[in-house]
């Protein structure tokens, strides 16, 4: 238990719908993170929000709509995905970005996301 | 951009101590080193984060040496439940985060 909870853990959803992944931290963090693995692939690096604010965005295709109301919370909107979106979609969090002392990140368990 | 290279695989038996090596040749003055540690299915989970010299904690040890273009991880007397995948990061001290690049990892398979 790392204090990053995700939710759904498995996601199956047809190219048409739209649907939300959850996380949530309950360690005070200030940063959070969205991350994909692709089947035997390294982690992305997908959206990065420091004290809600977008800090990071690595060309991520507008099907993907992050969103984060505060320093706790943390929601990635999905529509009109394609296959190749088939992932693990993993978030974390740490309480200063990486590099400044404590900016060590916790992960959450991630969401296996299915496209059909 | 700092870039990182790490032995795609590794195995080992119980009880001995691995050695997992990373290069980072463009590393820059600013730049730390990280190793994470995932197991299938699972998110990474932090191991040890050093800048220069050695570092040790309770799980394992980081040794850097003086021109910092590589880094060694090293896990003591594994177990069959140190089996996982094991990143190094170089990432940058100012927080930017456009670094945070995760490699292919080293597949550490311990047999008994």
């Known amino acids: 238990e790392t204090g990053v909870t995700q939710t759904p853990r498995h996601l199956v959803m047809g190219m048409t719908n739209k649907k939300s992944l959850k996380c949530e931290q309950h360690l005070g963090h200030n940063a959070m993170y969205w991350y994909k693995q692709s089947a035997k692939k390294p982690l992305e690096l997908m959206f990065v929000?420091?004290?809600?604010?977008?800090?990071e965005n690595n060309s991520v295709p507008s099907r993907f709509s992050p969103e984060c109301p505060n320093s706790s919370h943390l929601f990635l909107h999905l529509h009109t995905l394609q296959p190749e979106d088939s992932a693990l979609y993993l978030c974390?969090?740490?309480?200063?970005?990486?590099?400044?002392?404590?900016?060590?990140?916790?992960f959450g368990p991630g969401t296996r996301l299915t496209v059909l | 951009l700092a870039k990182t290279t790490q032995p795609i695989s590794m195995d080992s038996y119980e009880g001995q101590e691995v050695n997992i090596t990373c290069s980072h040749n463009?590393?820059?003055?600013?730049?730390?080193i990280t190793w994470y540690q995932q197991f299938p299915s699972q998110g990474p989970r932090f191991i040890i984060q050093?800048?220069?010299t050695k570092v040790t904690n309770e799980v394992a040890s980081l040794f850097i040496p003086a021109d910092r273009k590589s880094s060694t991880l090293s896990l003591p007397r594994v177990s069959l439940s140190d089996t996982a995948v094991y990143y190094c990061?170089?990432?940058?001290?100012?927080?930017?985060?456009?670094?945070?690049?995760f490699g292919q990892g080293t597949t550490l398979q311990v047999k008994p």
């Open positions: 050093g800048y220069k």
């Open positions: 990061l170089v990432g940058d001290r100012a927080g930017n985060t456009g670094k945070l690049i």
């Open positions: 463009n590393i820059a003055t600013n730049d730390y």
């Open positions: 929000y420091n004290f809600k604010e977008q800090t």
């Open positions: 974390a969090s740490s309480q200063e970005m990486p590099g400044q002392g404590r900016g060590e990140q916790f």
